[in-house]
């Protein structure tokens, strides 16, 4: 095998494109010396050219489209109040932690928690200096916003200098509208989005035969999130595979190595339980203990699961499964189909968002090999399959997060977010917050906060709570419940406004916690 790129051949213009980036003229000079031009036939041209790449400009062009269409997707979410989940919260204390050069400490997790003994992710102090310039949750989703986009422009280009012609715009449309991308951007902000550029270039190094590239972009991917260093050591099986045994067997024994440092060393010394908690993820399904021959048993145990899998390589118009480079979602696909947790199964969340850089390339791959094959439809399919990927990507959006940006709803402030402001102004800066998820990565930034339940004996100087957040009981008296969370302390309501209810502590706060 020499190379993902495959055997180097003469191709009809606008396929296939060699590591070196053979010019047309060249090729065409080559076969007249040598006289294997076939009088009466056009000689077949090869367009793509990395000494003389396309346009920058349209997909940065694209980028900034992109980046403007996620941000404002984010920004809207944020400004009324949906944000999914506690994970903005959390990744916005880390960074604030990071910002301050203090221990990446999370209250939101439990008083004095240490986010690295949750998961490893310390590239994440990288976005400290754009926090400093703008201190708020919405800078980390800009930042992500700003990744995916500059994610897009890798895969975009890569395409085009592989494929030749408009093929590397309309896998750019493909990719920056893949569902893989608009659910994590639903989801809010999460460490993955560090990981999608660099997978991004991995895969690019790769099919462009840059193998030293290839192995510097894949290290950083161990220190985004622990997962990753299996994802490291398949790179290193691919190296392996393209004849670069050396370089290959290194960076798949680092990239072991690395993931079993993580989860057996680094992150069981942070975490306060002295494990890493995520086994159970596998090993436990409801409390009780799932063996892990019935996990593996169970892998696609689901309709949800074949879902989410037929739709990975369904919007690459099926092209990925013909390149190699699809070997680099085995790691995150094998370790969601064995959760016992189905957040991790299907298409929702962030999780697919690090699969869609290594798809699409695969896609790109996969159409050039097709297009060199002697079976003639598949060399027809193959020159239609990136405007069909755009086509269906499009397509689903109809059916995706983006497709609120065309409602004029989405832009209006309704009660309950005027409710939710007033009830963040009767909070005061610099005050511990016990609050839920509502208005969790809206006080992050200015306060010390906590999970509602999850600081016992903190006294904090503020319950907020959302009335209609979706207890497992109702909350008919706020004061009570508050007291119950914390006996060592007195309440009183300050401010109610719509279903919120803003408590301010009328007793001492503990000694542990007075300035």
């Known amino acids: 095998m020499n190379g993902l790129v495959g055997p180097r051949r003469v191709v009809p213009c606008g396929r296939a494109v060699t590591s070196e980036g053979l010019r047309c003229g060249g090729i065409v000079r080559d076969l007249n010396q040598s006289g294997t031009d076939v009088p009466g036939e056009q000689v077949p ?19 900034v489209v992109l980046c403007a269409l996620y941000f404002l997707y984010g920004y809207l979410r944020f400004s009324h109040f949906q944000s999914p989940s506690w994970d903005l919260g959390i990744f916005e204390q880390e960074v604030r932690a990071y910002a301050g050069f203090d221990a990446p400490v999370v209250d939101i997790k439990g008083p004095g928690y240490l986010i690295l003994g949750d998961h490893f992710s310390p590239v994440v102090a990288l976005l400290a200096p754009l926090y400093w310039i703008w201190p708020s949750a919405l800078a980390l989703l800009f930042a992500q916003s700003a990744l995916f986009a ?24 493909a990719y920056g509208l893949s569902w893989g991308l608009q659910e994590a951007v639903k989801a809010d902000f999460h460490e993955i989005a560090l990981a999608v550029p660099l997978l991004a270039l991995v895969c690019r190094a790769l099919l462009l035969e840059r193998w030293r590239a290839a192995v510097l972009w894949s290290l950083p991917l161990v220190l985004v999130k622990e997962d990753l260093g299996v994802t490291v050591a398949v790179v290193g099986v691919l190296l392996v595979l393209c004849g670069r045994r050396i370089q290959g067997l290194l960076l798949a024994a680092f990239g072991v190595a690395a993931f079993a440092l993580t989860v057996l060393v680094l992150i069981p010394a942070a975490s306060s339980a002295g494990t890493y908690d995520y086994w159970k993820k596998i090993e436990e399904n409801g409390g009780q203990e799932v063996s892990l021959l019935d996990s593996v048993l169970g892998v696609l145990d689901s309709s949800v699961k074949l879902e989410m899998l037929v739709f990975l390589v369904g919007i690459t118009a099926f092209m990925a499964l013909r390149s190699p480079l699809i070997l680099l979602v085995l790691p995150t696909i094998g370790w969601r189909l064995l959760s016992q947790d189905s957040n991790h199964w299907g298409m929702v969340w962030h999780y697919s968002a690090i699969l869609m ?19 003639p439809w598949l060399v027809s399919y193959a020159n239609v399959a990136a405007p069909v990927a755009a086509a ?4 689903l959006t109809q059916h995706l997060p983006l497709r609120d940006l065309a409602r004029p709803e989405t832009y209006r402030t309704d009660a309950r977010t005027r409710a939710a402001e007033e009830a963040l102004e009767a909070i005061p800066v610099g005050s511990r917050v016990e609050t839920d998820i509502t208005l969790m990565a809206h006080l992050t930034a200015d306060r010390t906060v906590y999970w509602i339940g999850g600081a016992p004996g903190t006294a904090p100087d503020v319950v907020a709570i959302n009335l209609d957040f979706g207890w497992s009981r109702p909350i008919d008296d706020p004061v009570e419940y508050a007291e119950q969370l914390h006996p060592e302390a007195r309440y009183r309501i300050t401010r109610e406004a719509g279903s919120f209810v803003v408590m301010q502590r009328t007793t001492p706060a503990p000694a542990a916690f007075r300035s």
């Open 45 to 63: 041209q090869a367009v793509a050219d990395t000494s003389h790449p396309a346009p920058l400009r349209p997909y940065l062009i694209a980028a």
């Open 357 to 375: 850089p290594v798809v699409f390339l695969a896609m790109a791959d996969g159409i050039r090999r097709s297009r060199s094959s002697r079976r």
């Open 150 to 173: 500059a994610s897009a422009v890798i895969v975009g280009r890569t395409a085009q200098q592989i494929l030749g012609g408009r093929a590397g715009l309309c896998v750019t449309v």
């Open 392 to 395: 269906i990507a499009i397509a």
